[in-house]
């Protein structure tokens, strides 16, 4: 079954708050590395993983330097 665009972002939402420990973040396209100190390089592979895991992609190592905002990882999912 396809995901609709709202469930990949509520996807991936609950990895973001996961791996950024922020229980109470509202993910949008927009949020970046640079509105959260919390989005270091650890936090970058934890997303890239979870998120791998969650939609049954790959992520390739090119791209995930390329990583800035949420939306550039879910312009990457199917």
């Known amino acids: 079954m396809t995901m609709t665009t709202e469930e990949k972002h ?3 939402q609950e990895i973001f708050r996961e791996a950024l420990d922020l229980p109470d973040l509202r993910l949008t396209e927009d949020f970046s590395v640079a509105d959260c100190p919390a989005w270091d ?32 990882l ?4 199917p």
Do not use: W
Request: aromatic share 2%.
């Open 10 to 12: 509520a996807r991936l």
């Open 41 to 72: 390089s650890v936090a970058t592979v934890q997303i890239v993983l979870a998120t791998e895991a969650a939609f049954n992609v790959r992520v390739p190592t090119e791209k995930v330097a390329t990583l800035h905002r949420a939306g550039d």
């Open 74 to 77: 879910l312009a990457l999912l």
